[in-house]
């Protein structure tokens, strides 16, 4: 998580700092999806010049976009509410 955090959007994070709050997987559209979603409280600017990544922003998790994936926005909630999932389907 660490590697990806510091290559995909450019901000650093010990293991200390990271914590694993679910795993999850997929298998929609004939896909064999794994999800491993981690929180952090990492700061710092955010660089997307990443190849993979086309924009990066950070949103109060009160103004998210309008546009925000259902699944995504069920993680969110789900922290939100403090009710980890250790593993479960996206």
Known sequence: MARELRE???????????????????????????????????????????????EAAFFAMTALPHDVAPATAGRIQEFREGRPTAAGEW
């Open 8 to 54: 995909e959007v450019g901000l650093s994070a010990t293991p200390e700092e990271m914590r694993l709050f679910g795993l999850y997987s997929s298998f929609a559209e004939g896909k064999s999806d794994h999800i491993a979603v981690f929180t952090t409280d990492a700061t710092g600017a955010v660089d997307a010049s990443s190849r993979e990544v086309v």
